[in-house]
């Protein structure tokens, strides 16, 4: 088959035509022969051949089409559940399961289902699809690189007074925007030429925010829902919960009211999991937790006051800085204080007192972040003055892993998303720690360079790569993770549960000793308490009461001597017999006579 191509062109588009014309020759050059250079020749045999190209050896001509190659996703979500059911919410998907087992039609689909498998399985049982073909190829092995975070971009506030960027939130559809708080948290530190703007940002255009939010009061805390992205909700410096819908623009939806609000700055707020998902708690320094529905903030719709003595007295009542939430646990919630304890709720609890199950003594000073491991939930991360501990539920008297102490204060904190093992420390002197606690554990595996100013808050972008540093300037820089931190280990999920789990083991076992210590320690306080108080009563020393002892024991043997003597001379003195009116009397000579006639 061949195949004929022609290619055509204008005239007017190959230049200017060439004018030829008659003329005599002329000779330019003329080279004369160099004797020399036929020394140099070298002769060619018969059996040289020069080929500019290969021959041709296929015996057929092929002329295929071209591949066009399409990506194209697939979103699988969880289907075939009423509007009015909560897939997230077990009880619920409980009770419909059940419902729907008692239906007639149920037990119809699963027979004609049933011949569908069974074929299926039949295939499987002849067919082995897990056979390996390439066992005897050698695994390749990948080089190890070395961890390295390296920045992207920086957002800086485009106002000339700066302020700190107190929290990020990443957009939850993607990677493209990031939302950042920016507020002064400096005693009488504000003026008025300070901007109250916050800002959403485009990743991919740092010169400019793309949106800003204009709240009443600077947000201290901002959240995006995970279940719609338009929807933003914030905690200001004047206690107010503000909530934006981005379609509607930068001015907020709703606002809380200063008379039902909190009386202090908000400093964490969090979206729940609900039907509406328009639920969310905040909490502040004034020692309240509240609940709210974002469709109307006039008022929450519950609050809790962290007393810790369970009486709900606003007075007595703990400040609070941070808070914990997971959608696996939904009816419980943690609360990081500034006296440095973590407070765990249960907010289905019956009466206000029981809403408070426990408390964890856990740093020196405030607990800036508090966060759950996103796969080991019952672990959980807390960052207060130089340390970040990691804690177990089942332990409430001591951590079951700690960092030694920085030389920095530790402002925030955030486990990895991907790695069970990795979490971020942001520190007040610009640095940026990433820890591996399977790879080390007194020393983080990586730290940057962040800033030369504090770095006041760090937040991860769910896919593990890109991480967010909000300084004291104002400054917001954009890092992306190398492979090694962002990519799930082989068997990391099992190491890191036998570790938590050896290392609670180890608390456990400590704590049970130091309880026994205690308990013979108050028995001997207990005891030289004793003693103290019947001294105090009168009693003598134990040399005094040796001492008369000794002396009354003396008395006693001298007392017995002399008491032996006397009746030994009775046995020895005679008797005297009378005789009256026929009668006989026997007298003893140490007793009266009168006494004895008597008798």
């Known amino acids: 088959m061949e195949i004929v191509y022609v290619y055509t062109k204008l005239r007017r588009d190959l230049g200017r035509p060439c004018s030829f014309s008659d003329r005599c020759e002329q000779i330019d050059v003329d080279i004369h022969p160099d004797p020399e250079l036929s020394k140099q020749l070298i002769h060619k045999t018969h059996r040289d051949q020069a080929l500019q190209t290969g021959p041709e050896m296929s015996e057929h001509q092929v002329n295929t089409g071209g591949f066009e190659v399409k990506s194209c996703g697939m979103n699988h979500v969880e289907g075939g559940w009423p509007k009015d059911i909560d897939p997230e919410k077990v009880e619920q998907t409980i009770r419909f399961r059940k419902k729907v087992e008692k239906d007639e039609g149920y037990a119809n689909s699963i027979r004609q289902l049933s011949s569908v498998m069974e074929h299926c ?52 559809e993607g990677e493209r925007k990031l939302a950042a708080a920016y507020s002064c948290l400096e005693f009488q530190k504000w003026s008025k030429d300070m901007s109250l703007d916050s800002y959403i940002w485009d990743v991919v ?54 008379e039902c609000g909190h009386r202090d700055p908000v400093y964490k707020v969090i979206w729940l999991q609900s039907k509406t998902g328009t639920d969310a708690f905040s909490a502040s320094t004034g020692g309240q937790v509240l609940w709210w529905d974002v469709r109307k903030l006039s008022e929450p719709t519950e609050r809790l006051v962290l007393d810790l003595s369970r009486e709900g007295n606003i007075d007595r009542a703990v400040g609070a800085v941070s808070l914990e939430f997971e959608t696996t646990m939904p009816t419980k919630f943690m609360v990081g204080t500034e006296q440095g304890m973590v407070v765990s709720c249960n907010r289905k609890a019956k009466t206000p007192a029981e809403k408070i199950v426990c408390t964890y003594d856990a740093h020196h000073g405030p607990i800036y972040a508090l966060q759950r491991n996103p796969f080991f939930p019952k672990n959980f991360l807390t960052i207060g003055d130089w340390t970040a501990r990691i804690w177990s539920e089942e332990i409430k008297e001591s951590s079951i892993m700690s960092t030694k102490y920085q030389m920095s204060y530790l402002m925030d904190a955030c486990w990895s998303p991907v790695r069970p093992s990795v979490f971020f420390t942001a520190k007040m002197d610009g640095v940026l720690d990433v820890w591996d606690i399977l790879f080390k554990q007194n020393e983080p595996k990586l730290s940057i360079k962040v800033c030369d100013k504090a770095l006041y808050s760090v937040r991860v972008q769910d896919n593990g790569r890109l991480l967010g540093c909000g300084s004291q300037q104002g400054d917001t820089t954009l890092l992306e993770i190398s492979s090694g931190l962002s990519t799930l280990q082989k068997n990391e999920k099992s ?27 108050r028995c001997r306080s207990e005891q030289s308490k004793a003693e103290e108080t019947g001294r105090e009563e009168g009693e003598e020393d134990p040399e005094q009461l040796i001492a008369r002892a000794e002396s009354d024991f003396y008395t006693m043997v001298e007392m017995e001597f002399k008491r032996r003597e006397e009746r030994k001379e009775k ?7 009378l005789v009256s009116d026929g009668q006989s009397f026997e007298m003893d000579c140490f007793q009266p006579v009168g006494a004895q006639l008597h008798a």
């Open 495 to 521: 190491l890191m549960a036998g570790m938590f789990e050896r290392e609670t083991k180890r608390e456990k076992i400590l704590e049970a000793r130091q309880r026994e210590m205690r308990l013979k320690e």
């Open 121 to 172: 399985m039949r295939q499987n049982n002849a067919i082995d699809i897990y056979q390996e073909y390439l066992e005897d190829e050698e695994e390749v092995v990948e080089n190890q690189e070395l961890p390295y975070a390296k920045t992207i971009n920086v957002f800086r506030d485009p106002n000339e007074v700066k302020r700190t960027v107190t929290s990020l939130s990443w957009h939850p």
């Open 205 to 258: 255009k740092p010169n400019c925010p793309e949106m800003s939010l204009k709240p009443t009061s600077p947000i201290i805390c901002l959240e995006y829902n995970p279940k719609d992205s338009h929807f933003l909700v914030g905690g200001c410096y004047n206690g107010q919960i503000v909530y934006w819908d981005t379609r509607r623009g930068s001015q907020p939806v709703e606002c809380s009211s200063l």
């Open 571 to 577: 046995l020895q003195l005679p008797y005297l017999f």
